[in-house]
């Protein structure tokens, strides 16, 4: 599930690339923005006595269990779950019920949904040993990333540094400006500490 859900994050930009996406966006968007019309008066059930006639009742649409699975993508299963989940997040919270959605609109939806399946299955499949462990480890370094702190005044601290080494050196290197070296400078700090730590905490051994 981890590596699914590793896998959905990283898709996000592909998915704006997709076509169906975009169906899938103006059905949904389509459906929200729908009014009711008012209906006329229907007089067809008045008898001749000028009684009302029973009406009808309305027919519920079937709503199934959030564990019931609502499609098989390659063999794999997405639940009601994952679906009411995913259209949530689609409609920004406006509609959550994969059941409610007509049947192009729920196709769409797990399309879309299929996706990261698809490509982490294929992946999985076609990529050797040492390139799933390259990801993986950029991943992590990302999501550590992420998790570090640093502050401006440590990144202008190491700043000053560099540029006083190349006014001792007399560099003939253009010293830019800090606005234009901050984030390149933070990265480096950062993966300086993330890189420490793993150090600090690994056990090395060497006969």
Same mark, same amino acid.
């Given at each position: 599930?981890?590596?699914?859900? *590793? ?15 975009? +169906? *899938? ?56 779950? +994952? ?16 059941? *409610? ?27 050797? +040993? ?17 998790? +570090? ?5 440590? $990144? ?10 190349? $006014? ?40």
């Amino acid at each position: 599930m981890r590596k699914y859900l *590793l896998i959905s994050s990283i898709l996000v930009g592909l998915l704006s690339q997709v076509s169906y996406a975009d +169906a *899938l966006k103006n059905s949904l968007t389509s459906m929200l923005n729908e009014k009711e019309t008012p209906s006329m008066v229907d007089l067809s059930r008045l008898g001749v006595d000028a009684k009302p006639q029973r009406k009808p009742k309305a027919v519920k649409k079937r709503t199934r269990s959030k564990k019931a699975v609502v499609a098989v993508v390659n063999g794999r299963n997405i639940r009601k779950r +994952a679906a009411d989940k995913h259209l949530k997040m689609r409609t920004k919270g406006k509609v959550s019920n994969f059941d *409610l959605l007509p049947k192009k609109q729920r196709l769409r939806l797990v399309k879309e949904m299929a996706l990261p399946i698809i490509v982490l299955q294929r992946a999985k499949k076609e990529l050797s +040993a040492e390139e799933k462990e390259a990801i993986l480890s950029r991943v992590w370094m990302q999501k550590e990333s992420q998790k +570090a702190k640093v502050n401006d005044e440590e $990144i202008k601290k190491i700043y000053e540094q560099i540029k006083q080494q190349a $006014i001792e050196n007399s560099t003939s290197d253009k010293i830019l400006p800090f606005e234009q070296v901050k984030d390149r400078i933070k990265m480096q700090m950062v993966e300086k500490k993330i890189i420490s730590d793993l150090m600090q905490d690994s056990k090395i051994k060497v006969w």
